[in-house]
């Protein structure tokens, strides 16, 4: 089933064409990346997806509805989660309250109930951050934590609202590279066992290329290529513009150390997840 399916895309600020005509798919339990230099457009492909931006032209549709130009609110509600490059955790609050609090924001009931916030879906919130593997720090205050913990705490946060759509804008940055990897590595095995989508950015190219079912590749705008990971790789123009000569070898070597992973729906019947 496509999750998101953009078409003709167009946003111009004045004179400058941030992004002309740009069209994808993104399908449900699949990790697509939108890659390309600094200024490419990419932020505002996801500001247009979110409800940040108004497209001057072209569509947004959310499992076949359009969502086109709607309020970022709005869309959020349909089920397009978003993490954001600046840590947005309530720090006097523990691990687990800010699980919570989402949780209740999700039912709707965050202002009702805020009293008692304390006690309430608090099994929901240490599931989910069982599966983000923060239960260990539950109790903790989330302004002590480590910056890669409160990544990871609001990626629970974004999955207490049960997107279909997780947009992530460069979720690693700032972090390092083993605590890069870790991370997407994390979102990936949710992207696979939930049958969420994720829709992200990153500048690592060895992080992309090891998790990305698809991408695509911007530059000044201008849709460059999309395709399977092996497929960009390949594109003469991906490597002239964007890859260069380290950044194929870098894409090769991951390329080549996945070929041994099972691909999502391969997975033999029966088999544990
Ligand atoms: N609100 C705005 N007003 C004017 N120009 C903007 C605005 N937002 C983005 N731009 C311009 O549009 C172009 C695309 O910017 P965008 O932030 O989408 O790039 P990006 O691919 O996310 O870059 P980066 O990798 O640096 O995050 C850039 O030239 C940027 O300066
Ligand atoms: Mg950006």
């Known amino acids: 089933m496509t999750v998101l399916d953009v078409s003709g895309l167009r946003k111009a600020f004045g004179g400058l064409t941030a992004v002309d005509e740009v069209s994808f798919g993104v399908e449900a339990g699949q990790l697509f990346a939108i890659i390309g230099p600094n200024g490419a457009g990419k932020t505002t492909c996801f500001n247009m997806v979110g409800g940040q931006l108004r497209p001057d032209r072209g569509s947004v549709r959310l499992a076949g509805r359009d969502i086109t130009g709607e309020a970022p609110r709005r869309i959020w509600r349909l089920g397009v989660g978003r993490t954001f490059q600046v840590a947005a955790t309530f720090g006097s609050m523990t691990v687990a309250e800010n699980v919570q609090m989402a949780f209740l924001s999700h039912h709707g009931r965050l202002r009702a109930l805020l009293p008692s916030a304390r006690r309430l879906y ?136 996945r070929a041994g992973e099972q691909l999502p729906g391969e997975r033999a019947e029966g088999e544990a997840r």
């Open 122 to 257: 608090r099994e929901q919130a240490l599931a989910v951050l069982e599966r983000v593997g923060m239960a260990g720090q539950a109790e903790r205050q989330c302004g002590l934590l480590a910056y890669g913990d409160i990544k990871r705490v609001e990626l629970a946060i974004a999955l207490a609202h049960q997107p279909k759509l997780l947009l992530m804008d460069e979720p690693t940055a700032g972090m390092a590279p083993r605590e890069r990897i870790e991370l997407m590595a994390l979102t990936a095995g949710i992207v696979r066992e939930s049958g969420i989508s994720v829709l992200f950015t990153e500048h690592d190219m060895d992080v992309v290329f090891a998790h990305a079912d698809r991408l695509l590749v911007l530059d000044r705008g201008r849709q460059v290529a999309t395709g399977t990971p092996a497929e960009v790789r390949d594109d003469a123009e991906v490597q002239r513009i964007y890859l260069g000569g380290a950044g194929a070898e870098a894409a090769a070597r991951q390329i080549e150390a």
